[in-house]
Every structure is written in structure tokens, then in C-alpha cells.
């Protein structure tokens, strides 16, 4: 979830979303590294957004925070749209990284999902602001997979865990490090429907979950 803001001056699109992480294997490092993962690929590549025959840049702008004290109140009762609110645990009941609907600003990630500068938190990202996992997931012949096409995706060869692995088969899908942010996952959002107020609109909505350890949750 994020606050779309248009820059006539720089002819810019930008959206602005702080990211609050807590949980038991958060850290303030961590936090940072995330937010900074989604941003720079994001940003990668040039990508434009029209709005009204306009034509503008578009860029995100992510800040990550480590929030150990965090309380479900906070969560519950938060109205800023750029506020999104993620747990970090070595152990997830559904073994994944997941996000509390398409278009939401809470979520759970599993922490050797976002290690390495692994794409899973762009992923996740995207869902809070309005995508979905691609219907077509056997992508063979159509080179570098978007950022929403989740694990088992079939895949050409150099995208897949292991390059001479059968498709469909162990090693045989795609291995999500290779996933980048396109154009199109860009179009996908569908930007120029919003509704914009004083060159200001949110993207996503409030889904206000509070997670406790162990993938279980408290909600208001």
C-alpha cells in the first residue's frame, strides 16, 4: 500500500510507502535492506505511467523501519496509507512469505525468503499495491519473468533453479532471484484509474492485520 503523488515539475510519478517490520527476527538492518531491495527494483529499468495524455517517470520511494515494540493497536488504528506492516520470522506455518490480500498494507515474511537481495519482498510489495499472480505460468520462449510470477512457474532454462533440469521438474521452475519489475507489471497496476486529489491518491487498501509468531493473527 502505498500515497501516488504527481510531480508536474519533474513529471513524476512517485509512490511513498513506509514499511514497518517487527517480529522475532527482524532487525534494524534487515528493515533497511528490504526496503531498499524493493525500491532499487522497482526503480531498475525506465518505467512510465500516462495519466490524462501525460506522460510521467515512475518511481518509488520505500523506507524501511524496525519497530520491536510494535502493538496490534498501532496496526488496527493506522489511517496513513504509506504505512505497511510486515512480521519477520525464521518460520512461517505455510513455509512462504505472504502479504493479507491483493491490495493490503500487512503481511508475513518467512526470513530466508528475503535474505540475499532476493526479489520476495518486491513480490510482496506488489501485492499490496493491486497485482496478482499471472494466469499463464509456463513462460517459455518469453525471456526474463515479471516480478509477479510466483515458484513454480515454468520457465526458459536460464531462469529456471537449475539450467539443464527438465521443466516442471526438481530445478525445473523458475527461480524467483531472476524475476524483474517490467514495464508491464507497471501497466499492470493501472495507475491512470485513480483518483487523484490535489495530485495525491492511495494505492492499495487498509487490511490492518496484526500477526503473532508462527503465521497466527490477531485481528480488530
Same mark, same amino acid.
Given at each position: +500500500?502505498?500515497?501516488?503523488?504527481?510531480?508536474? !515539475?519533474? &513529471?513524476?510519478?512517485? #509512490?511513498? $510507502?513506509?514499511?514497518?517490520?517487527?517480529?522475532?527476527? /527482524?532487525?534494524?538492518?534487515? /528493515?533497511?535492506?528490504?526496503?531498499? %531491495?524493493?525500491? &532499487? &527494483?522497482?526503480?531498475?529499468?525506465?518505467?512510465?505511467?500516462?495519466?490524462?495524455?501525460?506522460?510521467?517517470?515512475?518511481?518509488?520511494?520505500?523506507?524501511?523501519?524496525?519497530?520491536?515494540?510494535?502493538?496490534?493497536?498501532?496496526?488496527?488504528?493506522? %489511517?496513513?496509507?504509506?504505512?505497511?506492516?510486515?512480521?519477520?520470522?525464521?518460520?512461517? $506455518? &505455510?513455509?512462504?512469505?505472504?502479504?493479507?490480500?491483493?491490495?493490503?498494507?500487512?503481511?508475513?515474511?518467512?526470513?530466508?525468503?528475503?535474505?540475499?537481495? $532476493?526479489?520476495?519482498?518486491?513480490?510482496?510489495?506488489?501485492?499490496?499495491?493491486?497485482?496478482? !499472480?499471472?494466469?499463464? @505460468?509456463?513462460?517459455?520462449?518469453?525471456?526474463?519473468?515479471?516480478? +509477479?510470477?510466483?515458484?513454480?512457474?515454468?520457465? %526458459?532454462? +536460464?531462469?529456471?533453479?537449475?539450467?539443464?533440469?527438465?521443466?516442471?521438474?526438481?530445478?525445473?521452475?523458475?527461480?524467483? #532471484?531472476?524475476?524483474?519489475?517490467?514495464?508491464? %507489471?507497471?501497466?499492470?497496476?493501472? @495507475?491512470?484509474?485513480?483518483?487523484?486529489?490535489?495530485?495525491?491518491?492511495?494505492?492499495?487498501?487498509?487490511?490492518?492485520?496484526? !500477526?503473532?509468531?508462527?503465521?497466527?493473527?490477531?485481528?480488530?
Amino acid at each position: +500500500m502505498g500515497e501516488a503523488y504527481l510531480d508536474h !515539475h519533474s &513529471q513524476l510519478l512517485v #509512490i511513498h $510507502s513506509r514499511l514497518f517490520f517487527y517480529g522475532d527476527a /527482524a532487525t534494524e538492518s534487515l /528493515a533497511i535492506q528490504a526496503a531498499q %531491495d524493493i525500491q &532499487q &527494483q522497482w526503480n531498475e529499468f525506465n518505467k512510465t505511467v500516462i495519466i490524462k495524455r501525460n506522460t510521467f517517470s515512475f518511481t518509488l520511494r520505500i523506507e524501511g523501519f524496525y519497530k520491536p515494540d510494535l502493538t496490534p493497536e498501532e496496526v488496527w488504528y493506522n %489511517d496513513d496509507p504509506r504505512n505497511n506492516y510486515f512480521r519477520i520470522e525464521e518460520f512461517s $506455518s &505455510q513455509d512462504i512469505s505472504f502479504v493479507d490480500g491483493i491490495g493490503c498494507n500487512t503481511g508475513y515474511f518467512k526470513l530466508a525468503n528475503i535474505l540475499d537481495h $532476493s526479489t520476495t519482498a518486491a513480490h510482496e510489495y506488489g501485492h499490496t499495491l493491486g497485482l496478482l !499472480h499471472p494466469v499463464q @505460468l509456463d513462460i517459455r520462449g518469453k525471456g526474463a519473468p515479471g516480478i +509477479m510470477y510466483p515458484r513454480g512457474t515454468i520457465c %526458459d532454462p +536460464m531462469y529456471q533453479y537449475s539450467a539443464v533440469a527438465a521443466p516442471a521438474t526438481p530445478g525445473g521452475t523458475l527461480n524467483p #532471484i531472476h524475476r524483474k519489475v517490467l514495464q508491464s %507489471d507497471v501497466d499492470n497496476l493501472q @495507475l491512470h484509474k485513480l483518483s487523484f486529489k490535489n495530485d495525491r491518491a492511495v494505492v492499495g487498501e487498509f487490511s490492518s492485520v496484526y !500477526h503473532a509468531s508462527h503465521g497466527g493473527s490477531i485481528k480488530n
